[in-house]
C-alpha cells in the first residue's frame, strides 16, 4: 500500500499511525485512571459511613448506662411518693431516650424464648413457663441499628 507512495507521503502515514497509537495509549490511561478514582471514591464514602456508625456507638454506649440510672431513680422516686422529683427524672428520662432512639437505639425484646443472639440468660429457675421462657430481666439489652449494642441479662424457666 505504502510502495506507490512517495517518501514524505509514507513518513506522514508513519507519522499518523503513531500518534494515533499514543492517543489510543493516553485515552486507555485516561479511561483506566477515571475507573479508579471513582472505585475510590466508593470506597473513602463506604469508610466514611462507618467512622460515623461507630462515633455514634461510642456514645450511645456511653450513655446507654446514664438510662440504667434514671429508670432505677424513677422506680425510688414512685417507691417514695416523690411526685416533683418523679416527674422531673421523669422528663430527662424521656428525653435521652428520645435523643439515644434518634441515633438508632432500640430496646431488644424479651418476651417469650430466650434467643442467645440478643440475650444473656444469667440465671434459670424452675417456673410454671415452658422451658426456655424469659421470666425475669434483669438489665435491659439494647441494639443499635442491627448491631447489638448490649444483650438483655434475663433469668429463663427451667421448666
Do not use: C, W
Not at 440504667?68 to 411526685?83: C, M, P, Q, T, V
Not at 440468660?121 to 439494647?142: D, F, H, M, N, R
Request: proline share 3%; hydrophobic share 40%; aromatic share 4%.
Amino acid at each position: 500500500m505504502t510502495d506507490n507512495l512517495p517518501e514524505e507521503e509514507v513518513e506522514t502515514v508513519d507519522e499518523l499511525a503513531a500518534v494515533l497509537k499514543e492517543r489510543d495509549d493516553y485515552l486507555d490511561a485516561l479511561q483506566r485512571l477515571k475507573a479508579e478514582f471513582d472505585n475510590y471514591r466508593k470506597r473513602v464514602a463506604r469508610e466514611e459511613a462507618v467512622l460515623a456508625s461507630r462515633a455514634s456507638e461510642r456514645l450511645v454506649r456511653e450513655l446507654v448506662p446514664v438510662l440504667d440510672d434514671l429508670e432505677r431513680a424513677l422506680e425510688f422516686a414512685a417507691a417514695h411518693e416523690e411526685a416533683q422529683l418523679e416527674d422531673g427524672v421523669r422528663l430527662v428520662h424521656r428525653a435521652l431516650a428520645d435523643a439515644l432512639t434518634k441515633e438508632g437505639l432500640a430496646e431488644i425484646a424479651t418476651d417469650g424464648k430466650f434467643d442467645p443472639h440478643t440475650q444473656e440468660a444469667l440465671l434459670s429457675q424452675p417456673s410454671e413457663a415452658e422451658e426456655g421462657t424469659v421470666i425475669q430481666v434483669l438489665q435491659k439489652g439494647y441494639l443499635l441499628g442491627d448491631r447489638v449494642l448490649r444483650p438483655a441479662r434475663v433469668v429463663i424457666s427451667s421448666g
